[in-house]
């Protein structure tokens, strides 16, 4: 079964603009981790915010936000005024308990336009 | 360097070759990871090791073979591959135990092209 969903392929934003990329998970674990990576045409996978299941607060990091509604499972990435060098593909990730195994969901293109 | 390094970062082969990839990483961690990113398909976690032993292999065949000499070195020997082998190989790193979050920190990638 599907652990990590992300079921937007694409997306676009225009420029300053906030986006919202969607992500929902399947775990019965009540231990895990929750993460948000962005993979440049370069290739490397940059870690941009974390989310832990007993955390009270949604997580932060400078424009990125993680909108996490732990009854619904879903760990929505919100970039707010997007910038060009924001175009990449972006990727959650679940890491469950002490599992060494991160599942990383399809991913999704984000495009930003001038 | 700081971070994770590769090398090298492209690599042509053919199916009677014998190259390997290799992986530092400078942060201190105590496990790292080997993946696979093929074409339109989700990253797949190759080759788990912790504290330098081996903890998870997800049936990856032969063909790959890890080496793991120490907890900042990481080897991916390659030998008689597949053209669908041809893929971005990433490695990753990341501070594992006494529960802590275990964020994983990941290299450029090697990109592989198998002739």
């Known amino acids: 079964a599907q652990k990590i969903t992300q079921t937007q392929p694409g997306m676009f934003v225009q420029e300053k603009e906030a986006v919202t990329l969607d992500c929902t998970y399947d775990?019965?674990?009540?231990?895990?981790?929750l993460f948000w990576y962005k993979q440049p045409s370069s290739g490397e996978m940059i870690f941009l915010i974390y989310q832990g299941s007993y955390d009270q607060q949604n997580a932060t990091e400078g424009r990125y936000s993680l909108n996490f509604q732990k009854a619904r499972k879903s760990a929505n990435l919100v970039i707010s005024a997007s910038q060009l060098g924001d175009s990449a593909m972006y990727f959650c990730?679940?890491?469950?308990?002490?599992?060494?195994?991160?599942?990383f969901g399809a991913g999704t293109r984000l495009t930003v336009k001038p | 360097e700081t971070g994770v390094t590769q090398t090298p970062r492209h690599l042509v082969m053919g199916m009677t070759n014998k190259k390997s990839l290799k992986c530092e990483q400078h942060l201190g961690h105590n496990a790292m990871y080997w993946y696979k990113q093929s074409a339109k398909k989700p990253l797949e976690l190759m080759f788990v090791y912790s504290l330098e032993e081996r903890v998870e292999n997800n049936s990856v065949p032969s063909r790959f073979s890890p080496e793991c000499p120490n907890s900042s070195h990481l080897f991916l020997h390659l030998h008689t591959l597949q053209p669908e082998d041809s893929a971005l190989y990433l490695c990753?790193?990341?501070?594992?135990?006494?529960?802590?979050?275990?964020?994983?920190?990941f290299g450029p990638g090697t990109r592989l092209t198998v002739l």
């Open positions: 990730a679940m890491r469950e308990g002490q599992d060494n195994d991160m599942r």
């Open positions: 775990t019965s674990d009540p231990s895990y981790g």
């Open positions: 990753a790193s990341s501070q594992d135990g006494g529960g802590g979050r275990g964020t994983q920190y």
